[in-house]
């Protein structure tokens, strides 16, 4: 029997199926869920959430940058807004397969799947995004660190969906960083991904820094420990140097199909140190 | 599921899956089988058709979320003899081989076209990078692609 489609028109309505049929697949894009998908038999149901104007939209406001689940890659893209003031999150979407899957991925889609290698996730990390969730119980807004709390598990309640990403809107002089290895550019999923930010203050010393990798571990993480190392000190190439070593403390990547824990290891703590280089 | 699908101008009802691949209906069910499948899974473009103008890997969109928009399939994109500039070029400069990867690299080019009519050569790499070609003919197809850039601004 083919499975139960509905189309919420709201995100109300989305919220009520969402209450109703916990069993169902929640889609988006499809860019992940349709991999396979006609070799697996039908899900129950699908609450279809492509276009949902409620999970849309990209806006300014409260002194955040509040960007719907349902964006796409190609919609990011798209928007000035993004451009200028996120532009690690601009650069990642850039680099997120090629225009056929911008086109349908979306962010909330991303973070719902939350794979280790799902390429926006270390920026959300490296921003300070809040993640805002829904249901017909009301809204709660949560940060985007420590949702992801396993190998593809979020803190989600059976009857929520995510609404929607706010960003505190960066502060002047934020310097933003992104960073992707693959096989090739485009396509490719990610060996090492690595997103950052930092601000120094007027006597040169980094006075806030987040440095967050993808692909390192069974989700995205934080490198706090590194983070730790080079909050108060003036950047200098020795102190990529130490970032470079601390790195190699703080994560504990594995071999994979894509990759081995040695190369990743390297690759990480290369790019850890060129971050802290850009800040020179 | 019933659905309701408006491909190449013309109306359709089909009966599938509402995560049916929207691949499978076109070719199956509706016998278009310019469109190509390559890898299946999203990688490889050859599957490329337009939705609203854009261009999707048809493998990865579920059909049910083709109702309501204009879908466009490589058949549509020459009118009776007609060919387009792009096919025209494409057939000229010798940017196709086996064949198998041109539909999606048609369609997509079309549509990334409309959207940024001057793109430079390394920009329309970056377009196409989800088309592969495994007959690694992607110089002749650049060229064929920039031809009609062009030609275009030409005009």
Not at chain 1, 3 to 28: G, I, M, S, W
Not at chain 1, 230 to 240: D, F, N, Y
Not at chain 2, 82 to 89: G, K, N, P, R, Y
Request: aromatic residues 4%; hydrophobic residues 40%; proline residues 5%.
């Amino acid at each position: 029997m083919s499975a139960h489609y509905l189309k919420p028109a709201t995100l109300a309505e989305a919220c009520e199926a969402r209450a109703a049929h916990p069993d169902f697949v929640l889609l988006a894009g499809g860019t992940d869920y349709m991999v396979g998908s006609h070799h697996r038999p039908d899900p129950p149901g699908v609450i279809d959430l492509f276009g949902l104007e409620g999970l849309g939209g990209i806006e300014e406001r409260d002194g955040a940058i509040r960007i719907g689940a349902g964006t796409t890659y190609a919609q990011l893209l798209r928007s000035d807004l993004v451009r200028e003031r996120l532009p690690a999150l601009f650069e990642c979407a850039r680099e997120v397969g090629a225009v056929q899957i911008q086109e349908r991925g979306t962010l909330g889609g991303n973070m719902a799947t939350s794979s280790p290698v799902g390429d926006t996730l270390p920026v959300l990390l490296a921003l300070d995004a809040q993640v805002v969730l829904g249901s017909v119980r009301g809204e709660r807004e949560v940060p985007y660190h420590g949702f992801c709390t396993g190998y593809r598990q979020i803190d989600l309640a059976p009857d929520e969906l995510i609404v929607a990403v706010e960003f505190p809107r960066p502060p002047q002089g934020l310097v933003q960083f992104w960073r992707k290895v693959g096989t090739r550019r485009a396509q490719a999923i990610s060996k090492v991904m690595v997103a950052a930010s930092a601000r120094l203050d007027d006597e040169g010393v980094i006075a806030h820094v987040r440095l967050a990798m993808g692909a390192v571990a069974d989700r995205p993480v934080r490198l706090e420990q590194t983070e730790a190392l080079l909050l108060g000190k003036a950047p200098s190439e020795a102190l990529a140097d130490q970032a470079r070593d601390e790195v190699r403390r703080e994560i504990v990547p594995i071999n994979d199909v894509r990759s081995t824990k040695d190369y990743r290891l390297s690759a990480a703590a290369n790019l850890a140190a060129r971050f802290v280089r850009t800040l020179c | 599921m019933k659905l309701e699908l408006n491909v190449n101008g013309a109306a359709h009802e089909v009966d599938a899956s509402p995560v049916a691949r929207l691949l499978d209906v076109l070719r199956e069910q509706l016998q278009l089988t310019g469109t190509k499948e390559g890898c299946g899974e999203g990688e490889c473009g050859a599957c490329s058709v337009l939705i609203d103008g854009r261009a999707v890997n048809s493998c990865l969109v579920p059909a049910a979320q083709a109702q309501g928009c204009a879908i466009r399939t490589v058949e549509d994109l020459a009118q009776g003899d007609a060919l387009t500039d792009l096919q025209t070029a494409l057939i000229e400069l010798g940017g196709t081989q086996c064949g198998i990867c041109t539909p999606g690299i048609a369609i997509t080019a079309t549509a990334v076209l409309e959207e940024e009519p001057a793109p430079s050569r390394e920009r329309i790499r970056e377009l196409l990078a989800g088309n592969l070609c495994r007959c690694t003919g992607y110089q002749l197809i650049i060229d064929a692609v920039e031809r009609v850039v062009r030609e275009r601004n030409a005009k």
